[in-house]
């Protein structure tokens, strides 16, 4: 019988700590994507286990109302979890390496859940690339 792939989003890929966050913005690379810009940040992996950890904001600047702005993470979060599997996370375990991004949602509309979802595949594929192109991180030895 074949692995199931299994489409979750847990806590432990969330990004939530305000001196992580910063430091995406401090220490990061950034670059534009259709509706999102991306700020990321590639570390080699702590411990024996790859991680890829996400945080998604939407501008109260550009959509007032809360209804909108969940609308708008929701569908942002779910395509990623459709997605996440299949485009980013073999490169995140092969690599050894601890990716942590932002996805700011610019545009001053709505778009609808398939614009997002093509957008999100766009914009995974190209995390992909970046990881396989920042080298492979080795598990330092302990001394």
């Known amino acids: 019988m074949g692995i ?14 305000k001196k992580e966050i910063d430091a995406l913005f401090v220490n990061g690379k950034a670059f534009t994507l259709g509706p999102f810009r991306v700020f990321y940040l590639i570390q080699a992996a702590m411990g024996d286990s790859p991680s890829c950890r996400v945080v998604i904001s939407v501008p109260k600047k550009h959509h007032k109302r809360a209804v909108v702005r969940n609308l708008i993470r929701r569908r942002t979060r779910e395509s990623y979890r459709l997605y996440y599997p299949s485009l980013l996370a073999r490169t995140v375990k092969s690599s050894h390496a601890s990716l942590s991004f932002l996805c700011l949602y610019l545009p001053h509309e709505i778009l609808t859940y398939r614009d997002i979802e093509s957008k999100m595949q766009a914009l995974l594929e190209r995390l992909s690339q970046i990881l396989e192109k920042s080298g492979h991180f080795s598990i330092p030895a302990a001394d």
Do not use: I, N
Request: net charge positive.
């Open 4 to 17: 199931t792939q299994r489409y979750t989003f847990p806590k432990t890929m969330r990004l939530s700590s």
